[in-house]
């Protein structure tokens, strides 16, 4: 695979590209923003007071963040049509209704179940948790709050071009998508992780200045991710050419 191109570079294309859209952009934003609020306020049935309760909210929290998936869909397909110069508008976020919404809910879910695998041991131990408890379940709850971190991490790395994917090779199934998203991050989910990392200055420095400039920050971040993805693709098909495997 030929080298792919720096983060200021990428970031450069997402802003080239971003120029003259990013009220259309800003408002999709808002629209899923304002979706996925809805969604969570009515995805709990009750403050968790018991076991039961705590079960029952974490499943429906489950079924609706993997059937979101739908919208997470939509979002890369208005992302990949900015970064491929294509036409964008609002209503790109919805075309996940119409682009194999079976195979997107089918994605999401990986993603949604290792969050919630990796999670699950950090729950409990909080659930239960008292300023009566020992030391040692305060110690437990850290380890178990970092493990469940790190395997968060990984999993969404190794699998965060599968929606892009989908749109690109829709006639694939969505194990040969999360598959193929494996296959393209094989020694490249470091300079993935590098590329999130570096727009924590400009999250904080959001967050410090009432949150607004996080609508566009927003906007720049997902871009540059897609354009990750446009060189990926590029780069890992070039490579077949210059292999004969074309």
Known sequence: ?????????????????????????IIA????II???AISGIATVATPSSLVIFIINELIILVTSIL?????SGKTYLYMNLIYSQTVSTGDIFFGFKQHPDKAVKIQSVFVLANFIAGLPASIIFFFLTPSSPSYVGLALFVAIALGLVATVYVSLTYSQAFYLLHD??????KDLLAYSKSLMEGNRFKLFYLHMSFIPLIIFGCLTFFIPLLWISVYRYATLTAF??????????????????
Do not use: C, F, W
């Open 1 to 25: 695979m030929t080298n792919l191109k720096t983060a200021a570079e990428l970031k450069a294309i997402a802003k080239e590209r971003s120029l003259d859209k990013y009220g259309v952009l």
């Open 29 to 32: 934003n808002i629209i899923i």
């Open 35 to 37: 979706i996925e609020m």
């Open 68 to 72: 979101l998936g739908i919208l997470v």
């Open 169 to 174: 090779y829709p006639d694939r199934s969505a």
């Open 229 to 246: 993805y446009q060189d990926l693709i590029a780069a890992h098909n070039t490579g077949k050419v210059e292999n004969g495997l074309n």
